[in-house]
């Protein structure tokens, strides 16, 4: 069957479609009672691991909201499944033995994400047929640098003292786990686009923790083979760096179909970086959703018209909705981003 709602892979694509296509990160999640209903019966370890409740989640922002895409409920460190690493999430993410040595390194395993991370795969099964062809399904990790920022600290950062440090003071071992962390996500999205995705975002949540010229040298490496060899399988591949105000000229080089822009530029100066012949993705303040109605409405508009400068426009927020999100203010975001 074809999609019913193309808007979404056609803006991708570079084309015009009849409306600004809208969805937004976190779509699942926290603000929507529904979400929390099913929550209040299982752990988010649980949830992740039940194919049946991944698709019910996945499906629910798309039946209330009328959103243009799906994106599969997951989190980004479920491949710690591959990489014999154990995170625990309470509810932020901890990993109780971190990664901060060559013999830390040594014990991981980095095995075949299919041998490992089968539930997502079916996940992605259920979402499709959840779904019913109504729009398409978007899969996703985190980038190399991400991934292995939670493997090193231990979870969250605000310095990122000990990633940092093993970069600048063991740049051949930093170098050698994102080179292991990359094997295992290509392998990991491969198998998502062969269980159903439509599209692939890679996060760079702590991608700004750099500097760019750090940056370039240590990381931009191993992100470009990333982009590089998803690209292959013919899905559009999204990188959303967070921060990426001092990283779009870096991002921009990358061959990633789009490009998603936080809130930390606004998207007419992004578009000026990366250049009108890109794609590019977003870009609302997540906490504008809490602003009065005709105060989100303007800040709607004007994003969507930022967005016909560049060749496509996919709108969303900067980053990941707020749990505390009034879900009447999506459902006007959605009303406002369709008809603008």
């Given at each position: 069957?074809?999609l019913?709602?193309?808007?979404?892979?056609?803006?991708?694509?570079?084309?015009?479609?009849?409306?600004?296509?809208?969805?937004?990160?976190?779509?699942?999640?926290r603000?929507?009672?529904?979400?929390?209903?099913?929550?209040?019966?299982?752990?988010?370890?649980?949830?992740?691991?039940?194919?049946?409740?991944?698709?019910?989640?996945?499906?629910?922002?798309?039946?209330?909201?009328?959103?243009?895409a799906?994106?599969?409920?997951?989190?980004?460190?479920?491949v710690?499944?591959?990489?014999?690493?154990k995170?625990?999430?309470?509810?932020?993410?901890?990993?109780?033995?971190?990664?901060?040595?060559?013999?830390?390194?040594?014990?991981?395993?980095?095995?075949?994400?299919?041998?490992?991370l089968?539930?997502?795969?079916?996940?992605v099964?259920?979402?499709?047929?959840?779904?019913?062809d109504?729009?398409?399904l978007?899969?996703?990790?985190?980038?190399?640098?991400?991934t292995?920022s939670?493997?090193?600290?231990?979870?969250?950062?605000?310095?990122?003292?000990?990633?940092k440090?093993?970069a600048?003071?063991?740049?051949?071992?930093?170098?050698?786990?994102?080179?292991?962390?990359?094997?295992?996500?290509?392998?990991?999205?491969?198998?998502q686009?062969?269980?159903?995705?439509?599209?692939?975002?890679?996060?760079?949540?702590?991608?700004?923790?750099?500097?760019?010229?750090?940056?370039?040298?240590?990381?931009?490496?191993?992100?470009?083979?990333l982009?590089?060899?998803?690209?292959?399988?013919?899905?559009?591949?999204?990188?959303?760096?967070?921060?990426?105000?001092?990283?779009?000229?870096?991002?921009?080089?990358?061959?990633?179909d789009?490009?998603g822009?936080?809130?930390?530029?606004?998207?007419?100066?992004?578009?000026?970086?990366?250049?009108?012949?890109?794609?590019?993705?977003?870009?609302?303040?997540?906490?504008?959703?809490?602003?009065?109605p005709?105060?989100?409405?303007?800040?709607?508009r004007a994003i969507?018209?930022?967005?016909?400068?560049?060749?496509?426009?996919?709108?969303?927020?900067?980053?990941?909705?707020?749990?505390?999100?009034?879900?009447?203010?999506?459902?006007?975001?959605?009303?406002?981003?369709?008809?603008?």
């Amino acid at each position: 069957m074809a999609l019913a709602n193309t808007t979404f892979l056609d803006a991708c694509a570079g084309r015009r479609p009849a409306h600004t296509p809208i969805w937004v990160m976190r779509q699942a999640g926290r603000y929507l009672p529904e979400y929390r209903a099913i929550r209040a019966k299982v752990s988010f370890e649980e949830l992740c691991h039940r194919p049946d409740l991944c698709a019910e989640v996945t499906r629910q922002p798309i039946d209330r909201f009328g959103l243009d895409a799906a994106i599969l409920f997951s989190d980004i460190l479920t491949v710690f499944d591959a990489m014999g690493a154990k995170v625990e999430f309470t509810p932020a993410p901890v990993v109780a033995e971190p990664v901060r040595s060559a013999a830390d390194v040594d014990r991981l395993r980095f095995g075949r994400a299919d041998d490992h991370l089968g539930y997502v795969y079916d996940a992605v099964t259920a979402c499709k047929k959840e779904l019913d062809d109504r729009v398409p399904l978007i899969g996703f990790c985190g980038a190399p640098f991400t991934t292995a920022s939670y493997l090193v600290e231990g979870g969250g950062s605000k310095e990122f003292m000990h990633i940092k440090r093993m970069a600048f003071a063991e740049p051949a071992l930093f170098g050698r786990l994102l080179e292991s962390i990359t094997t295992v996500l290509v392998d990991y999205l491969a198998g998502q686009v062969r269980a159903g995705v439509d599209a692939l975002q890679i996060f760079e949540s702590w991608g700004a923790a750099m500097s760019p010229a750090d940056y370039r040298e240590h990381v931009l490496p191993h992100l470009r083979r990333l982009v590089g060899e998803v690209k292959q399988h013919g899905v559009p591949v999204i990188l959303f760096v967070r921060g990426n105000a001092s990283l779009l000229e870096q991002a921009r080089e990358l061959d990633a179909d789009v490009l998603g822009i936080d809130w930390s530029i606004e998207l007419s100066r992004a578009i000026e970086v990366v250049g009108r012949d890109r794609v590019v993705q977003g870009n609302l303040d997540p906490i504008a959703l809490f602003a009065p109605p005709k105060q989100l409405e303007a800040r709607a508009r004007a994003i969507v018209a930022a967005g016909r400068e560049a060749r496509g426009h996919v709108f969303n927020l900067g980053h990941g909705i707020s749990r505390h999100t009034d879900p009447a203010a999506v459902a006007r975001l959605v009303e406002v981003v369709h008809g603008a």
